[in-house]
T-cell receptor, first 114, second 114 residues
Framework: DAGVTQSPTHLIKTRGQQVTLRCSPKSGHDTVSWYQQALGQGPQFIFQYYEEEERQRGNFPDRFSGHQFPNYSSELNVNALLLGDSALYLC?????????????FGAGTRLSVL | GNSVTQMEGPVTLSEEAFLTINCTYTATGYPSLFWYVQYPGEGLQLLLKATKADDKGSNKGFEATYRKETTSFHLEKGSVQVSDSAVYFCALRGRSQGAQKLVFGQGTRLTINP
């Protein structure tokens, strides 16, 4: 049973560019959450998707947007990249069987903005 | 809003020492509580959880008890190993509608010396 998978593993962009990160949830999971983890910090919640809609959003600007597809996979898009967007981006999935109470994380995508 | 405070690291111990990492929380109602572990270069792995007061979560020799009266969820292990070296995150998840996100502490880096 594959866990949460994220791609790419590493990415280097320059300021002002746009980036798309991808996430496939664990089998049977219908909910995907995205987190940003800056170096030396705990993860910060960006947003959560299920039933192809954004259900909750953290304190992130509109430059951060997302999408969920019918197969439950998800994308995180960041426009007009800033140096401060450099971080590890983590995707987590959960399933309705546990009331979506337990989130399982992928290995993350490390984004460097130069 | 909900928040989590962890003891500051880094923490350095010798193999077979006793470990305690303190975690306290502020939340409305009775959240679910979690400890996640992050090994170098990896995403977060769920270590243990507790969903109601006085519950004890345990896994791989680690334990934590949900203490409502002190709003705490301290992580303990009786005899640590070199392989336990990692960053440990305490987290909570609220119960109210729209409180689906995980709120993390800042993390505690643990190093175990042989």
């Amino acid at each position: 049973d594959a866990g949460v998978t994220q791609s790419p593993t590493h990415l280097i962009k320059t300021r002002g560019q746009q980036v798309t990160l991808r996430c496939s949830p664990k089998s049977g999971h219908d909910t995907v959450s995205w987190y940003q983890q800056a170096l030396g910090q705990g993860p910060q919640f960006i947003f959560q998707y299920y039933e192809e809609e954004e259900r909750q959003r953290g304190n992130f600007p509109d430059r951060f947007s997302g999408h969920q597809f019918p197969n439950y996979s998800s994308e995180l898009n960041v426009n007009a990249l800033l140096l401060g967007d450099s971080a590890l981006y983590l995707c987590a999935s959960s399933d309705p069987g546990t009331g979506r109470n337990i989130q399982y994380f992928g290995a993350g995508t490390r984004l460097s903005v130069l | 809003g909900n928040s989590v405070t962890q003891m500051e690291g880094p923490v350095t111990l010798s193999e077979e020492a006793f470990l305690t990492i303190n975690c306290t929380y502020t939340a409305t109602g009775y959240p679910s509580l979690f400890w996640y572990v992050q090994y170098p270069g990896e995403g977060l792995q769920l270590l243990l959880k507790a969903t109601k007061a006085d519950d004890k979560g345990s896994n791989k020799g680690f334990e934590a008890t949900y203490r409502k009266e002190t709003t705490s969820f301290h992580l303990e292990k009786g005899s640590v190993q070199v392989s336990d070296s990692a960053v440990y995150f305490c987290a909570l998840r609220g119960r109210s509608q729209g409180a689906q996100k995980l709120v993390f502490g800042q993390g505690t880096r643990l190093t175990i010396n042989p």
